[in-house]
C-alpha cells in the first residue's frame, strides 16, 4: 500500500527541485516541488500556507533538545483518508465496518483540531529524559474522547491479531488468556485501571509501583498515571544493576504520565514534573523555548514561510545523557543545532534540512578524522 501512495504522488508531482548550498556556519540540503493542480498531493500540500507554529512552538520547554512544530490544516489530511483508511485496514486486518469507524473518528478529529501542535524532548530535573506534546482544539475534551475511541478500535484489532499469533505459535495458556482479556477491557473501556488491579501487585514486587488520579486545576482536567520505581528492588529482579542505574539516571526513581485538557490545548507529558508540564501546556503558557537563544537564532535561519519545524541539539542531549554516556559529553556543540524547516509558497511545497559545518566535524572526529 505504501509503494501504491508513492507511486501515485510521483505521478502527482509536476516539478522537483533537489537544493544543496552552503555558508560558512551551515550546509544546506532541501528540495521544492510543485504538484499538479488539484490533485490530492497538492490539497494535502496547500494545508501548510499561511500558517506558522511558533505560538505552539513557545509552550515547550526552554530545556528542550528535541522539539517539533507545525500548524497545517488540519482538514487538508482528508484529501488523502483514503490511502490512510488501507492502511489501516491492511495493517490491522479490518473489517469494513471497523474501517468505516475509523473514518468517522479520523473525520471528527479533523473537524475539532486548529491545526497546531507540538512535542518535545527535554531534561526534567535530574532525569535526561522528559516529553511533553499538545495539539491545539476548538474542544479538547471531545478530541481526547474521539482520540480513545480511535484507540479502542485499533487496540481491539491489535489485540486479536496478537491472539492469533500466540495460538499459532502454541502459546496459550490460562495466564495469556487472562492477560488478554485484562488488556481488551482496559482497551475497550479506556483505562489502565483494569490492568492495574491484575498486575499491579506483581509489578510493586518488582520495584515499581502504579497508581491512577484525576485532578482538575483552573480549568485544566487531568489524568495522571504516578510510577514510584525502587530501582535495588528492580536490580534485583533484573539480576544486575548497571541497567537500573542507567534506568534511574533517564527517568528518575518518581516518574509520570498525564493526559490534560484545557479550554484550548490537548496535553501529554511524560517525566518527574509531568503534571506541572501537561497543565501548563493544556492552560497554553508560555514555556520559553521561543526566547531560548540558540533555539531562536536557529529557527531564524531556517526557510521562510516554515509551517512545520524540527530542532535537535544534540550537545544539550549528551549533557542531558552524560551519566549514561559520559564518553558523549562535549562531543558535540551546543550553540549548533540540527534544524529542518518546511512549508508552502505562493505555490510550491519545500523543505530545508541545515547541518551546522562545526557539528560535521563532532561527527567526523568522533570517526576517527576520517
Same mark, same amino acid.
Given at each position: 500500500?505504501?509503494?501504491?501512495?508513492?507511486?501515485?504522488?510521483?505521478?502527482?508531482?509536476?516539478?522537483?527541485?533537489?537544493?544543496?548550498?552552503?555558508?560558512?556556519?551551515?550546509?544546506?540540503?532541501?528540495?521544492?516541488?510543485?504538484?499538479?493542480?488539484?490533485?490530492?498531493?497538492?490539497?494535502?500540500?496547500? $494545508?501548510?500556507? =499561511?500558517?506558522?507554529?511558533?505560538?505552539?512552538?513557545?509552550?515547550?520547554?526552554?530545556?528542550?533538545?528535541? *522539539?517539533?512544530?507545525?500548524?497545517? /490544516?488540519?482538514?487538508?489530511?482528508?484529501a488523502g483518508i483514503d490511502d490512510s483508511l488501507k492502511v489501516f485496514e491492511t495493517t490491522f486486518k479490518m473489517d469494513a465496518a471497523?474501517?468505516?469507524a475509523v473514518e468517522t473518528e479520523m473525520r471528527a478529529a479533523a473537524k475539532l483540531q486548529d491545526g497546531q501542535s507540538a512535542f518535545a524532548a527535554y531534561a526534567d530535573g535530574s532525569a535526561a529524559? =522528559?516529553?511533553?506534546?499538545?495539539? $491545539?482544539?476548538?474542544?479538547? *475534551?471531545?478530541?481526547?474522547?474521539?482520540?480513545?475511541?480511535?484507540?479502542?478500535?485499533? =487496540?481491539?484489532?491489535?489485540?486479536?491479531?496478537?491472539?492469533?499469533?500466540?495460538?499459532?505459535?502454541?502459546?496459550k495458556s490460562p495466564e495469556s488468556d487472562k492477560a488478554f482479556?485484562?488488556?481488551?477491557?482496559?482497551?475497550?473501556?479506556? *483505562?489502565?485501571?483494569?490492568?492495574?488491579?491484575?498486575? =499491579?501487585?506483581?509489578?510493586?514486587?518488582?520495584?515499581?509501583?502504579?497508581?491512577?488520579?484525576?485532578?482538575?486545576?483552573?480549568?485544566?482536567?487531568? /489524568?495522571?498515571?504516578?510510577?514510584?520505581?525502587?530501582?535495588?528492588?528492580?536490580?534485583?529482579?533484573? $539480576?544486575?544493576s548497571t541497567e537500573a542505574e542507567q534506568g534511574k539516571a533517564v527517568i528518575g526513581d518518581r516518574t509520570a504520565l498525564t493526559l490534560c485538557a484545557g479550554k484550548t490545548m490537548l496535553s501529554f507529558a511524560v517525566g518527574p514534573s509531568a503534571l506541572e508540564q501537561g497543565r501548563r501546556l493544556?492552560?497554553?503558557?508560555?514555556?520559553?523555548?521561543n526566547e531560548q537563544p540558540v533555539y531562536k537564532g536557529a529557527v531564524a535561519k531556517s526557510v521562510d514561510q516554515a509551517a512545520m519545524l524540527m530542532y535537535a541539539n544534540l550537545g544539550v542531549a549528551m549533557k542531558a545523557f552524560e551519566k549514561v554516556a559520559p564518553q558523549m559529553a562535549g562531543v558535540f556543540p551546543s550553540d549548533r543545532p540540527i534544524v529542518i524547516?518546511? $512549508?508552502?509558497?505562493?505555490?510550491?511545497?519545500?523543505?530545508?534540512?541545515?547541518?551546522?559545518?562545526?557539528?560535521?566535524?563532532?561527527?567526523?572526529?568522533l570517526g576517527g578524522g576520517r
Open positions: 500500500q505504501s509503494m501504491k501512495m508513492l507511486r501515485r504522488w510521483l505521478t502527482e508531482i509536476q516539478r522537483l527541485e533537489l537544493l544543496l548550498d552552503g555558508d560558512g556556519e551551515a550546509v544546506h540540503l532541501g528540495f521544492r516541488m510543485l504538484a499538479t493542480a488539484g490533485s490530492n498531493l497538492r490539497k494535502q500540500l496547500d $494545508g501548510a500556507r =499561511g500558517r506558522e507554529p511558533s505560538a505552539i512552538a513557545g509552550l515547550l520547554p526552554a530545556n528542550s533538545y528535541f *522539539t517539533l512544530a507545525s500548524n497545517v /490544516d488540519p482538514l487538508s489530511s482528508l471497523a474501517v468505516k529524559l =522528559g516529553l511533553a506534546g499538545a495539539i $491545539g482544539s476548538s474542544d479538547p *475534551t471531545g478530541l481526547l474522547a474521539v482520540m480513545k475511541r480511535l484507540l479502542s478500535i485499533v =487496540g481491539v484489532r491489535l489485540i486479536a491479531i496478537a491472539r492469533a499469533e500466540a495460538a499459532k505459535d502454541g502459546d482479556e485484562v488488556v481488551s477491557k482496559a482497551v475497550g473501556a479506556g *483505562t489502565l485501571e483494569p490492568i492495574i488491579t491484575e498486575f =499491579g501487585p506483581l509489578a510493586e514486587k518488582m520495584g515499581v509501583k502504579l497508581a491512577t488520579n484525576s485532578t482538575k486545576e483552573g480549568g485544566v482536567s487531568c /489524568d495522571v498515571l504516578d510510577i514510584t520505581i525502587d530501582w535495588a528492588k528492580v536490580a534485583a529482579a533484573a $539480576g544486575g493544556a492552560a497554553a503558557k508560555v514555556g520559553g523555548l524547516g518546511c $512549508g508552502s509558497r505562493t505555490e510550491s511545497f519545500g523543505c530545508r534540512f541545515d547541518v551546522p559545518i562545526k557539528l560535521i566535524n563532532a561527527f567526523k572526529q
